[in-house]
């Protein structure tokens, strides 16, 4: 082979063995991560990415970290009451009576309902909520902070809704015709909290005291005013927004 044959082959071989160790460096960068102690800690056997998993899909999985620290929670019967809750919210609002729904509902969004009734009241206006239908209902996202715990549901269905000018009965905002809509439910309760076995498809409670009837919103039982134990508090509705983020 001639000299400048020999030339070429001695330039490709360095090229060659450049771009192999560039590549293994990109691999080696790509499965390590440092720690806060900047110790070097192999990410490859930490399973796969679940980034850029759908928010339900990611909700499957952590299921079973909820059921690690409440083993009755049971995802049918939470959905069924999840969806009754939804509906004697909505069915308050349209009767504007906010009081109909505050065994279901958090303090604080039971005070916010209050306060846009009253907002509508003050302005002659009124609710006008019919026809109310669901279609279904999916777990949509598991939150579990060791403060709290909440769960937010995916509820798609129809109605009409819209707020109504009460001396001349014309719609103020929304809609006098059925739209499909999609909405998300936010239920919450305190950390450490665990489904009662009766409670597992959606069957009812009771209480530890008297042994009354007690439902799963029930924060002290209605016969003989037992207050029920952070170990028994129920979810309630947090909120109800457009988006599941907000």
Request: net charge negative.
């Amino acid at each position: 082979m001639s000299a400048f044959g020999q030339f070429i082959l001695t330039v490709l071989s360095f090229v060659g063995s450049i771009i192999g160790a560039w590549l293994r460096y990109g691999d080696r960068s790509q499965s390590t991560m440092f720690t806060n102690d900047n110790v070097l800690l192999d990410t490859t056997s930490l399973g796969p990415d679940t980034s850029s998993q759908p928010m339900w899909q990611k909700a499957r999985q952590q299921i079973d970290s909820l059921q690690r620290v409440d083993p009755n929670f049971n995802e049918v019967g939470f959905l069924a009451y999840a969806a009754s809750a939804y509906v004697k919210a909505l069915t308050a609002e349209g009767a504007m009576d906010p009081s109909a729904a505050s065994d279901v509902e958090t303090p604080s969004y039971a005070a916010c309902e209050a306060k846009r009734i009253d907002a509508w009241n003050s302005q002659g206006l009124r609710r006008v909520i019919s026809g109310l239908k669901l279609d279904g209902t999916t777990l949509f996202k598991i939150s579990l902070d060791g403060e709290s715990e909440s769960l937010v549901v995916r509820v798609s269905g129809s109605a009409v809704r819209y707020t109504q000018d009460t001396a001349t009965g014309v719609a103020a905002e929304g809609s006098l015709q059925r739209e499909t809509f999609t909405e998300f439910a936010t239920f919450v309760r305190p950390s450490g909290a665990i489904t009662p076995k009766t409670a597992q498809l959606g069957g009812p409670t009771h209480c530890p005291s008297c042994g009354a009837p007690a439902p799963m919103s029930a924060t002290k039982c209605a016969f003989c005013g037992t207050p029920l134990t952070a170990s028994s508090a129920p979810w309630l509705l947090d909120h109800i927004s457009q988006s599941a983020y907000t």
